[in-house]
T-cell receptor, first 114, second 110 residues
Framework: ETGVTQSPTHLIKTRGQQVTLRCSSQSGHNTVSWYQQALGQGPQFIFQYYREEENGRGNFPPRFSGLQFPNYSSELNVNALELDDSALYLC?????????????FGSGTRLTVV | RKEVEQDPGPFNVPEGATVAFNCTYSNSASQSFFWYRQDCRKEPKLLMSVYSSGNEDGRFTAQLNRASQYISLLIRDSKLSDSATYLCVVNWGGGFKTIFGAGTRLFVKA
């Protein structure tokens, strides 16, 4: 089985720009979550998608938005980038939206905003 | 108060030592609990789920105390390869919100 794949692996953007990050979930997983991880910190929950609908959100502003597609892959969009958005963005998929079986993470996209 | 708090690190221990990590959570409605391991510049990987009855996987033992709202992880006979950051994870709202602790860094030395 294939794991969670994310693209791109690295990205440099300018403040004020928009960015789209992509994630393919593990085969058989219908739930995708996105996290932001700053250096030296634990991952911060952005939101979760289950069967194409957002069903949980952390403390992130509306300029962080997402989509989930019928094949359960997902996108994270960030508008009006700020310097503090520089971080590792992790996508994780799970078998169920309760996450009872845990999450499988992708290797992340490292975003640098200059 | 943070939603999930972990022991501040780092922990520096010799090979063969036993080390314990604690984690407290603020939401009594939390439903599922995990320990993840994260190596430097890598993604987190599930180490083990944590059940109310406690559970063991080889050298690793996890405990959950719902009354006191804390989770623990015990590592026995530490190996050099156990050096990593250990993340406590709590789900609530039926898993609709997943909160990670800041992590505890472990260094195991020869």
């Amino acid at each position: 089985e294939t794991g969670v794949t994310q693209s791109p692996t690295h990205l440099i953007k300018t403040r004020g720009q928009q960015v789209t990050l992509r994630c393919s979930s593990q085969s058989g997983h219908n739930t995708v979550s996105w996290y932001q991880q700053a250096l030296g910190q634990g991952p911060q929950f952005i939101f979760q998608y289950y069967r194409e609908e957002e069903n949980g959100r952390g403390n992130f502003p509306p300029r962080f938005s997402g989509l989930q597609f019928p094949n359960y892959s997902s996108e994270l969009n960030v508008n009006a980038l700020e310097l503090d958005d520089s971080a590792l963005y992790l996508c994780a998929s799970s078998l169920d939206r309760q996450g009872l079986s845990g999450y499988t993470f992708g290797s992340g996209t490292r975003l640098t905003v200059v | 108060r943070k939603e999930v708090e972990q022991d501040p690190g780092p922990f520096n221990v010799p090979e063969g030592a036993t080390v314990a990590f604690n984690c407290t959570y603020s939401n009594s409605a939390s439903q599922s609990f995990f320990w993840y391991r994260q190596d430097c510049r890598k993604e987190p990987k599930l180490l083990m789920s944590v059940y109310s009855s406690g559970n063991e996987d080889g050298r690793f033992t996890a405990q959950l105390n719902r009354a006191s709202q804390y989770i623990s992880l015990l590592i026995r006979d530490s190996k050099l390869s156990d050096s990593a950051t250990y993340l406590c994870v709590v789900n609530w709202g039926g898993g609709f919100k997943t909160i990670f602790g800041a992590g505890t860094r472990l260094f195991v030395k020869a």
